[in-house]
């Protein structure tokens, strides 16, 4: 996408930002994240913290990056000359590089998936096999590291070519297809026997499980799960037309991302249970679960070669969101060719990107406060650095910025009609109820 260039439609900025929000977030970091916090509570947690949480983030995000049309720090520096807001834009660029590290490592486990697949290496394989499989993928040395850069350097080729041309065209086709495959697969891992255990637990909550760390979890989850509070959404949003209905696109964006969410729940934990798997398996439980649904399957192979061919698209559409941001940055702030602004940041990401892959296996007894090097940057993006980038936006939107320039915004300039009361609510949500829930539950659960 070119400098200031935009967005050729509003299906184009749909596509663009339901891509950045639909990924390995929903397919893998969700089910996960429900099968180690006990199931249908935290599901019930992570949907209102979508709702009343990011959602005002979300427009928020939106209302800074279309008003200013600028980076993570020029649109702080626009919107509020003078003052030393444009800082902040430190912390999305931090929150992005350090994302986008353990995201290419995930992001080239599908690779690896693909290859698997399309070579037909897990049919008829036991749950066991399954298991030692991902281990084996994920702990080699020399295979992740190689898949990652691969990864990584088509994130970097699309950043560079455009968003329209590429991504665009192959998002269309292939995020509608993603969505009947996860649904092809919601029906088969219903429909296996004993699934019925995996049902209870994604739709009967045990509230008697939440801890504190559950509602972190789930506010992380929400947070990363729809991008805000890396400056994801405010990158694109720069490039959006004054025309466009944000608000709309905002509903349309979190809807679309959370229902891949829960229809990946409903693919996944029944099958989880019908098999004999651990739900709190951890980050092995898709690429578990999925190849032996797959083997359940007529056609079963060649669904397995297109899933994982889409849930690479959908990883690779949220991974150029989170290179935008930095790229943006460079190019804008120290006028950097484009070219060289993305080189630079594949340096700094892939370093940093070896070093988490590497600690899924050799380096494994690298402890970081407790965490390998991974789930450091796992953690400490979704449960920290998100909830401070959205805390940051929904001030400055609730307490800095007047309202007046909200409601010009969120109504793009008079063009789109809202009642004075729905305006008002959104500006209550974004102004008193998100900063004060967020700061809570972070404080909470840090100390
Ligand atoms: N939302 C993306 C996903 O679900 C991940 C992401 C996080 C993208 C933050 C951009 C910024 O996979």
Do not use: H
Not at 375 to 395: E, R, Y
């Amino acid at each position: 996408m070119g400098k200031r260039e935009g967005f050729a439609s509003s299906f184009g900025v749909l596509v663009a930002m339901a891509g950045s929000a639909v990924g390995l977030g929903n397919l893998w970091r969700f089910p996960y994240l429900v099968g180690t916090n006990g199931g249908a509570a935290f599901i019930i947690i992570y949907l209102a913290c979508v709702l009343v949480l990011a959602l005002p983030i979300l427009y928020s995000e939106f209302i800074i990056g279309r008003r200013s049309q600028s980076n993570v720090f020029g649109a702080y520096k626009k919107l509020a000359p003078d003052s030393k807001w444009c800082n902040v834009g430190f912390i999305y660029v931090l929150c992005s590089i350090t994302i986008i590290s353990f995201y290419s490592v995930v992001g080239g486990w599908t690779i690896d998936y693909f290859v698997k697949a399309a070579t037909f290496q897990f049919s008829s394989a036991s749950a066991d096999q399954l298991s030692g499989m991902f281990a084996n993928t994920v702990t080699s040395t020399a295979s992740p590291l190689v898949y990652m850069l691969v990864f990584l350097g088509i994130t970097a080729l699309i950043v560079l070519a455009g968003v329209k041309n590429g991504i665009e065209k192959y998002s269309k086709i292939m995020m509608p297809l993603l969505f009947i495959l996860v649904i092809v697969i919601a029906i088969r891992s219903v429909t296996l026997e004993n699934s019925y255990a995996g049902i209870e637990f994604l739709f009967k909550p045990d509230f008697s499980k939440i801890t504190a760390q559950t509602f972190l979890d789930a506010l992380g989850q929400a947070f990363f799960s729809l991008s805000v509070g890396s400056g994801s959404i405010l990158t694109y949003a720069s490039y959006v037309s004054r025309k466009e209905n944000i608000v709309k696109l905002s509903a349309q964006t979190a809807i679309s991302d959370t229902m891949f969410a829960i229809v990946a729940g409903v693919a996944i934990m029944p099958a989880v249970f019908a098999f004999g798997i651990s739900p709190s398996e951890g980050p092995g439980l898709v690429f578990v679960t999925l190849p032996y649904i797959f083997n359940q399957l007529p056609f079963g192979s060649f669904l397995a070669v297109l899933f994982f061919f889409a849930l690479f698209i959908a990883a690779i559409t949220s991974s150029i969101s989170m290179l935008e941001v930095i790229v943006a940055y460079l190019d804008e702030e120290f006028k950097l060719k484009r070219r060289t602004s993305i080189v630079l940041s594949l340096i700094l990401i892939a370093t940093l990107g070896v070093f988490c892959s590497l600690s899924q296996g050799i380096m494994s007894d690298v402890k970081i406060l407790g965490n390998s090097i991974f789930d450091l940057f796992d953690k400490s993006s979704a449960n920290i650095m998100l909830p401070l980038g959205g805390l940051i936006a929904v001030i400055f939107v609730g307490w800095r910025m007047k309202k007046a320039e909200y409601a010009d915004e969120i109504t793009s300039g008079g063009l789109v009609k809202f009642s004075k009361t729905t305006v008002g609510i959104f500006y209550f949500f974004i102004k008193y109820i998100a900063p004060v829930v967020i700061a809570t539950i972070v404080i909470r659960s840090l100390f």
